[in-house]
């Protein structure tokens, strides 16, 4: 399997499409203002106390108050709370192995023990807000690693039980004692697996480093909430998880981007950088890659699979629910056992891709076509799990119900990527009257003509659909694309974006800025 990661930065967000094999299997799009992002930590205020939900509300800057929950915690609660108070008196950073071991938090403990009112406490978003609900927090606090996991204020070795092999998990675990400091744990990776001393020694430095550097600000902060560590981007944050020798390129069209990404697999797969590609083309790059004919394809309410079977997803505020179609399929076959089997299974594997892609959390429930054979219901769970296998977000799936319903949990910690297919009518936009769009072309170039006078320069890329963009340029000697070029100004280019609709338009300056036309 060849993995390819296309990353695509705007003024205003940054998209990133995993592609297996040439299909498209992970999209992520993250504002460039995001803030409130899963692994980030913050100084925050307690709110207020909730004893009926055993949990807090703390105010972390955020619009809605976050959401603590005593079982979040963790067990090193009290040794960080000391580590805190230190702080305030001192206006100075202490080393943690200077601070003493408290005993555990019970279980069974009530928060109104530990936290009250106006407390300042260091939280780490462990989901981020969706719909009308806060981010959730947890005060154990930790920063992820390739290969390794900081969990400062507790002292243990933890290996990942994804590595089998006793003397891999025994060489890994007694290497990672002779190297880390006192009060400090790791959680050993399944990545880790093979990895030298001298690997390993490095990166548990780095996050020794990010860990000090985010504390030194704590003394300096005056006011509450403040943030006090950001995790790494998404794209950087996909690549820690998902990197792996099947990895051939990394295409970006941001030089900043293309040095930060660069250097990162640097460090974490050296000798392999060149992978990482500056992409410089015409097209924008999701075009370029055949991502955003995907992206138009595989979201929307209905999803066709192969041979002609589909899926129908809608979504809940709690839940998705699935519905499995044969369409077409079940025209050619005339054993009805059969068909259903050969649906399901094709139909689990286009599921499997859609969890991924939409990041789909909750619960799903999935109504498959009907079967009557258990070994056919058996065989389908079965497939089921083993195509969840690469998903790296927890899951939990359930055999096939009496009534041929699959439910599947799995965890939610940022809100569903969603995106709307469907294009609005760009001649009348929804109103039901439209101009001619023979016109089209002739209201295009009166805007260039008001446009070109007033930018410093004589650049403007236009950005229209394909099939306009080929209307535009047809001809060699006199297209319309190069008589605006002869009359208008000589920096205009046409190029074709698949993303607009069919009279959609932008217009874009050298840097990739998306520049106001005045609207009629």
């Given amino acids: 399997m060849n993995s390819e990661l296309i990353v695509d930065v705007s003024a205003k967000e940054i998209s990133m ?120 927090l947890s005060a154990e606090i930790s920063i992820a690693g390739r290969n390794l996991v900081l969990v400062p204020f ?180 005339t054993e009805q056992e059969g068909t259903a089997i050969d649906v399901n299974l094709i139909a689990a594997e286009e599921l499997a891709r859609q969890l991924r892609l939409r990041d789909m959390g909750g619960i799903i429930v999935v109504d498959f076509i009907d079967m009557h054979d258990q070994k056919n219901r058996q065989l389908l769970y079965e497939h089921m799990v083993k195509l969840m296998e690469s998903d790296r977000t927890r899951h939990n799936i359930l055999p096939l119900s009496k009534f041929g319903v699959m439910q599947i949990t799995r965890q939610r910690v940022r809100p569903a990527t969603q995106i709307n297919t469907d294009e609005t009518c760009p001649t009348c936009l929804g109103t039901g009257k439209m101009k001619s769009s023979i016109l089209f072309t002739d209201q295009l170039e009166e805007k260039l003509r008001d446009l070109a006078p007033r930018l410093d320069t004589s650049y403007i890329n236009v950005h229209v659909h394909p099939y306009v963009a080929a209307y535009l340029t047809k001809g060699f000697f006199m297209s319309i694309a190069r008589r605006w070029k002869l009359q208008i100004a000589r920096g205009i280019r046409v190029t074709p974006n698949q993303s607009l609709g069919f009279l959609d338009y932008k217009f874009v300056d050298k840097e990739g800025n998306e520049i106001e036309a005045l609207e009629e």
């Avoid at 959401?67 to 963790?74: I, M, V």
């Avoid at 709370?81 to 001192?90: A, Y």
């Avoid at 792996?244 to 000798?271: C, L, M, T, W």
């Fill in 154 to 333: 507790s002292d243990k070795v933890s290996v990942s039980a994804k590595i089998e092999s006793h003397e891999e998990r025994a060489r890994l675990k007694q290497l990672i004692l002779s190297m880390k400091p006192k009060n400090f744990s790791v959680i050993i990776r399944t990545s880790a697996e093979g990895k030298r001393a001298s690997e390993l020694d490095q990166e548990l430095s780095r996050l020794l480093r990010r860990w000090e550097e985010s504390i030194q600000k704590l003394p300096k902060i005056t006011k509450t909430p403040k943030i006090v560590y950001e995790e790494s981007s998404r794209a950087l944050g996909i690549l820690r998880d998902t990197f792996n020798p099947s990895f051939q390129s990394i295409h970006v069209n941001d030089k900043a981007y293309y040095e930060e990404i660069r250097e990162y697999v640097r460090q974490i797969a050296p000798g392999r950088e060149d992978i990482v590609r500056l992409y410089t083309g015409n097209l924008p790059i999701f075009d370029e890659k055949n991502v955003t004919k995907q992206i138009k394809a595989s979201f929307g309410r209905t999803v066709t699979c192969k041979s002609g079977a589909y899926l129908i997803i809608e979504q809940t505020e709690a839940m998705y629910v699935v519905d499995v179609n044969s369409g077409n399929r079940s025209r050619k076959s």
């Fill in 17 to 136: 499409a995993l592609l297996e094999d040439q299909r498209l299997v992970e999209l992520q799009r993250e504002r460039r203002d995001l803030a409130f992002a899963v692994g980030d930590i913050y100084l925050g205020r307690v709110k207020k106390v909730m004893p009926g939900l055993n949990a807090a509300f703390v105010d972390v800057g955020y619009k809605k108050d976050a959401f603590l929950h005593y079982l979040d915690l963790g067990m090193i609660y009290q040794a960080q709370q000391r580590f805190l108070e230190q702080i305030e008196k001192t206006k100075a950073v202490p080393s943690l192995s200077k601070i003493p071991t408290f005993p555990d938090l019970p279980k069974d403990g009530k928060i109104a023990d530990y936290l009250k009112a106006g407390q300042n406490v260091l939280v780490q978003v462990v989901k981020e807000p969706i719909s009308t609900k806060g981010p959730r």
